[in-house]
């Protein structure tokens, strides 16, 4: 059975640290991009951050740039987002999405991409709850 699933999430004070992690199951997570985003209540879901398969090309959302670091871990099939530096505004449910490279890689500019619609036919975790509290 090919699974995702997330987790890492909990109630971390304003400033503090969490690192999310997103395993895989039944499939070889290097093989796909993952895409990071999440969902505060009461609105859409956002791209927060991006890596190719080989880690060598990653995106970050404006509001997580130089705060959050995506990463991968082959050996553990699994790849992390880890937070810091954390403010009120970054509590939201947290999901990861597998997607095939050809449908978020765009080669010509060389970036991922973190557009919903472009992950429609991804593998989705269940996600993880962040809530940061000041």
């Known amino acids: 059975q090919l699974q995702l699933v997330e987790s890492g999430g909990t109630l971390v004070q304003s400033g503090g640290s969490l690192r999310l992690s997103c395993t895989a199951s039944g499939f070889t997570l290097d093989d796909f991009a993952i895409g990071w985003f999440r969902q505060a209540p009461g609105k859409e879901r956002e791209g927060v951050s991006c890596?190719?398969?080989?880690?060598?090309?990653?995106k970050y959302a404006d509001s997580v740039k130089g705060r959050f670091t995506i990463s991968r871990e082959n050996a553990k099939n699994t790849v992390y987002l880890q937070m810091n530096s954390l403010k009120h505004e970054d509590t939201a449910d947290y999901y990861c999405?597998?997607?095939?490279?050809?449908?978020?890689?765009?080669?010509?500019?060389?970036?991922?991409?973190?557009?919903?619609?472009?992950?429609?036919?991804?593998?989705w975790g269940q996600g993880t709850q962040v809530t940061v509290f000041s």
């Open positions: 999405a597998a997607a095939f490279q050809r449908q978020v890689w765009d080669k010509v500019a060389d970036k991922c991409s973190m557009t919903i619609l472009d992950y429609e036919d991804a593998y």
């Open positions: 890596i190719i398969s080989g880690g060598s090309i990653l």
